[in-house]
């Protein structure tokens, strides 16, 4: 059996951009990244930064109940952590 990954069906967008909408506000970061190989393989971070959030998580709920309206999911009115999981 071989199966079949369309990348370009609108179910599979939309989920790509309603995930990615909860950061809606987030600036992009130049990142200034170095590093050097030890080993094949290994590499060696000298100095960067990831994974910087600035968005507080009063926007990023914000940014999740707009989200779920597009979507004409249940608004959620309680939220306990900044977790999150994509189901497809």
């Not at 967008?13 to 990244?33: C, K, M, V």
Request: proline share 3%; glycine share 4%.
């Amino acid at each position: 059996m071989k199966l079949i990954f369309d990348p370009n069906q609108d179910f599979r967008i939309q989920a790509i951009d309603s995930i990615t909408s909860i950061f809606e506000g987030q600036p992009l970061d130049e990142a200034n990244l170095s590093f050097h190989i030890v080993e094949q393989d290994k590499l060696r971070l000298i100095s960067g930064v990831g994974n910087n959030l600035v968005l507080s998580e009063e926007q990023i709920i914000k940014n999740l109940k707009a989200i779920q309206e597009q979507n004409e999911i249940p608004v959620s009115d309680k939220f306990r952590e900044m977790n999150f999981s994509v189901e497809i």
